[in-house]
């Protein structure tokens, strides 16, 4: 079995409500150092092992857990547990 | 004239499109998210709701639903298809409508009506004069439309651009009029060939007068008058 780490987050030029959200709120809190808060979305997978396995979680984060007309993923694989 | 509208799991406006297409004195039947027949329909409508409870994104499951193969084959061969609000949403996912719903920009639901103006579109579900603004309910939380500059120019040119939210004298805020964000107003879009529309607003909702308006009225009967046209 392998184990999978996607994060998902909007594209570049693409306005995060929540992450603006968080922005000015850090912000009023006195947190003047944050420039930037973009936030997104964190999938854990379990994968059986098989051919492709890489490319078929490509293919998963494609058609289903991020929407490429608006979203940017990033795959990262772990042996250890979570 | 026979509608169909397609009830997804977590769907709630359905039975505000039977309603409003009865009023009007066209048949309406639901067809459920699993069914793969919908040959007795002349159009098909996607309503609003919370399908698959808007996990992942809202619309994102919904669009693998076994009956959007179907809907999907309906539109290519020219038969009408309406996205309303998550209807909108499901339409944007199956990119049969270019471009993809945000929260909106204030992270509050919205729920009220709000004025639209109607603009020059090839929209077949839309026969008003352009420049007309009615008044519809909005009733969302994902409503903010964005697609890239690349994309908003070509459909522009093309004439999907259908609605744009406005003041209430059909002028648009320089701020922009958008109450939850939308990307140059826009409230309404359809597919080159104009037989699929999304709309966030809530036609549906203002057709029977005992609702406080019937501006909902024109976006059903241009489709039917459309579609009596076609068949001569």
């Known amino acids: 079995m392998a184990r999978y780490e996607i994060f998902v987050t909007y594209k570049k030029g693409i306005f995060d409500p929540p992450g603006a959200t968080a922005e000015r709120a850090l912000a009023n809190l006195g947190y003047d150092e944050v ?3 973009k936030i997104g979305k964190y999938v854990q997978l379990e994968v059986a092992d098989g051919p492709n396995a ?11 857990l991020a929407n490429p007309v608006i979203e940017d993923y990033r795959i990262q694989s772990d042996e250890k547990d979570w | 004239m026979r509608f169909g509208v397609v009830i997804f799991p977590g769907s709630n ?11 009007l004195g066209y048949e309406c039947e639901y067809v459920w998210h699993a069914d793969t027949d919908i040959s007795g329909f002349d159009a098909i409508v996607l309503p609003g709701g919370f399908s698959y409870g808007d996990y992942i994104r809202t619309g994102a499951v919904a669009r693998f639903s076994p009956v959007m193969a179907e809907v999907m084959r309906f539109a290519e061969a020219g038969g009408p298809v309406l996205g309303v609000c998550n209807g909108f949403q499901i339409l944007c996912e199956a990119h049969m409508l ?4 945000l929260r909106n920009r204030g992270l509050k ?4 009506e709000v004025p639209l103006r109607v603009e020059k579109s090839v929209c077949q579900w839309v026969d008003l004069p352009t420049g007309t603004v009615v008044r519809i309910p909005i009733n969302h939380n994902e409503g903010n439309y964005v697609c890239s ?4 120019a070509d459909m522009e040119a093309k004439g999907q651009v259908v609605l744009r939210y406005c003041e209430p004298d059909g002028t648009r805020a320089p701020g922009g ?7 140059d107003d826009i409230a309404g879009i359809c597919n080159e060939r104009g037989n699929v529309f999304g709309l966030m607003p809530h036609p549906e909702r203002m057709v029977d007068p005992v609702a406080n308006g019937t501006d909902g009225q024109p976006f059903f009967t241009s489709i039917v008058k459309r579609l009596a046209d076609v068949a001569g």
């Open chain 1, 35 to 37: 420039q930037s808060v």
């Open chain 1, 54 to 64: 890489l490319t078929r979680v490509r293919e998963m984060c494609d058609k289903l």
């Open chain 2, 13 to 23: 406006c359905e039975q505000d499109v039977v309603h409003a297409t009865r009023y």
């Open chain 2, 98 to 101: 270019p471009g993809a719903m």
């Open chain 2, 109 to 112: 639901f919205i729920c009220r």
């Open chain 2, 149 to 152: 500059p690349d994309t908003l």
């Open chain 2, 177 to 183: 009029s958008a109450p939850n964000g939308s990307l």
